[in-house]
């Protein structure tokens, strides 16, 4: 089987290429950290996400009850979808109202921080960027931040300011105790770092380019030596050209009788 001719030609340029991997991996290291103190530290600013989980409950739907008992003669009572509910809360949660709230608690939100929430779609161990095929009466309330103290402070001041807020409008819609949403924190996990994936890309791409780099060197390389190779070849110099000289031209003198 033929070797391709660019893989011959890459072979030629070895150890260009040998010295281009090796520049590529110090300039993508680079590109990706610097050294600080002696070590080596991201370039990308670091993020940590922390959340809440909440139920969102009601006393006519406890968990814990098989079923709603019927009194004979009334009606059962009309039930909203708390999963559904669950939506429209997570919109509550990223809303300027909670964040006001946090803020007035924790100071301004800076560059990187934010406040979100997100229905449960997935088991506790899922990932909610991956969704799952459950609908669930379950909210997780998120902080993001540049530290995990930082995070983790934002989504717990965040779900406390968000049961405060829902138990202030129930009063002041006049909302008897038994058809109140009930909203419970079922735990509040710490923060992890997310920036693990993205410090790699600069690293990764700023790698791939200088690679690139050396490879269309190594063909311009080649093809430079190809030429040389091809000139010397139609004009060969090996010593047997006789030398040119002065009486070589001349004309033959004849004497006059």
Partial sequence: MDIPQYLRILWAQKWLLLVGLVVAAIAGMF????????TLTSRVTPS?????TVLVGSASQ???????????GTALPQTRDL?????????????????AD?????GPLRDGESITAVRRTTQPGGDESSPGRFSLPILDV???AASASRAEEISRTATAAFESYVEKEQDASGIDAGARVQLTTLDSRPAEDVTKSGSMLPLIVTGLA?????????????????GRARRRAESPDDGTTPART??????PAYESR
């Fill in 31 to 38: 590109a990706g950290y610097t050294i600080t103190d002696g």
């Fill in 83 to 99: 999963t559904q509910t669950a939506v429209v809360y997570a919109y509550l949660v990223a809303g300027e109202e909670i964040r």
């Fill in 142 to 144: 998120i902080g993001t």
């Fill in 48 to 52: 940590y996400r922390a959340a809440s």
């Fill in 102 to 106: 946090v803020e007035a608690q924790l």
């Fill in 246 to 251: 002065g009486l070589s031209m001349a004309t």
């Fill in 62 to 72: 406890p968990i814990f009850q098989a079923e709603t008992p019927v009194t004979e």
């Fill in 210 to 226: 200088v690679f690139l780099a050396f490879v269309i060197a190594a063909f311009v390389v080649w093809n430079v030596q190809t």
